[in-house]
């Protein structure tokens, strides 16, 4: 009997935290040609779409905590997985990270530009991207984390989910309500690429990320009426692949794209990453290590040679960022009483997925 997205999903046996880790590995691989100055030729898009991809992942995980938990309890899982780890990296890169380079370069830390990174950019919004005097002899220049951006609109989504399904009544018609939002999103991104010309990017990704988001929300929402068959697999790679020859695909293959996704994390056999899931923590702290590698003078390695060290070492920290920082702050969840987080929302039995975010 063929298995649905639901069936397959509905327990840690899965893929998704494998998924979750190439997308981050994709994210890193790709950086590192600009970050080292290498030559890319016309190299496809990987780092954008693999945001797209966690996005996507994202809306499908987070669509199950919304729709299990308290308003309140909700935003305090969310808050707890995004903030403690962003805040160590803010506070690493500025006190440690930052110091270092500049004293292997031969370049002068200015302690109240570091100060104003961290506090500036404590709200996930980032107002300021490098530190005074540092960085200043490597290719990407001055440029200490160029992928702490997504973060913003990750969060934004996690508050839209929040108010979206927020009433008793509106979560009864969850589908209809998500669906009728990443219909109008799709068509605001052909009209913000069409008619409207719209070159802002704070509204173009916000469209962009929003419908991978919502796409992966819907695709939960269905997930006990959709089969995760090769017949399956065949019609969303065929419009992905059609989206992609046409050049639409940034702006209508969010669905396809995200079924692929979850096809995957469904049927494969790796579970890589289940019990120690640092694909956040080489998001967030791969470019600043990366720029560390070029600081070093280690750009004679090549792009393969130092995107290799940059995994070695981000690994390494990305599992110590789980170990010490991501999983005690996610413990904190526990400590609070239950009379302060309300009531869960609901108790559908289509909420059979376990959320790893």
Not at 141 to 170: D, P, Q, R
């Amino acid at each position: 009997m063929t298995r649905t997205l639901a069936d397959s999903l509905s327990s840690r046996d899965n893929a998704l935290n494998f998924i979750r880790l190439l997308l981050a590995t994709t994210v890193l691989f790709h950086h590192g040609w600009a970050i080292g100055g290498f030559e890319s030729g016309d190299l496809f898009d990987a780092s954008g779409w693999a945001v797209n991809g966690f996005f996507a992942i994202s809306g499908y995980l987070i669509a199950g905590s919304r729709l299990r938990l308290s308003t309140r309890e909700y935003l305090l899982h969310r808050v707890l997985r995004i903030f403690p780890a962003y805040w160590v990296i803010l506070l690493a890169t500025a006190f440690v990270l930052s110091p270092l380079a500049a004293f292997i370069a031969g370049e002068t830390w200015v302690p109240g530009s570091a100060v104003s990174y961290v506090v500036g950019n404590l709200a996930l919004w980032n107002f300021q991207w490098g530190i005074d005097e540092t960085l200043s002899q490597v290719p990407l220049a001055t440029l200490w984390n160029g992928s702490l951006w997504t973060l913003f609109f990750e969060f934004s989504a996690y508050i839209g989910a929040a108010v979206l399904l927020s009433a008793s009544k509106l979560r009864k018609h969850a589908l209809l309500l998500v669906s009728i939002t990443l219909a109008a999103l799709l068509v605001g991104q052909i009209l913000a690429h069409g008619p409207l010309e719209v070159t802002t990017n704070l509204y173009l990704n916000s469209l962009r990320l929003g419908g991978f988001f919502l796409a992966g929300m819907w695709l939960f929402l269905m997930a006990d009426r959709i089969r995760v068959d090769y017949l399956s697999l065949a019609v969303a790679l065929a419009l992905f692949a059609t989206m992609v020859v046409t050049g639409t695909a940034d702006w209508l293959g969010q669905l396809p794209f995200a079924f692929i996704l979850l096809w995957l994390a469904s049927r494969l056999k790796v579970r890589l990453g289940a019990r120690n899931d640092i694909s956040y923590g080489i998001y967030i702290w791969a470019f600043p290590i990366q720029q560390l590698i070029m600081v070093c003078g280690l750009s004679w390695m090549g792009p393969y040679g130092t995107i290799v060290l940059a995994l070695c070492l981000t690994s390494g920290v990305a599992w110590l960022s789980w170990k010490y920082v991501e999983q005690p702050a996610m413990r904190l969840r526990h400590r609070v009483p239950r009379r302060l987080l309300g009531h869960p929302l609901s108790q559908r039995s289509v909420l059979r997925t376990s959320e790893k975010g």
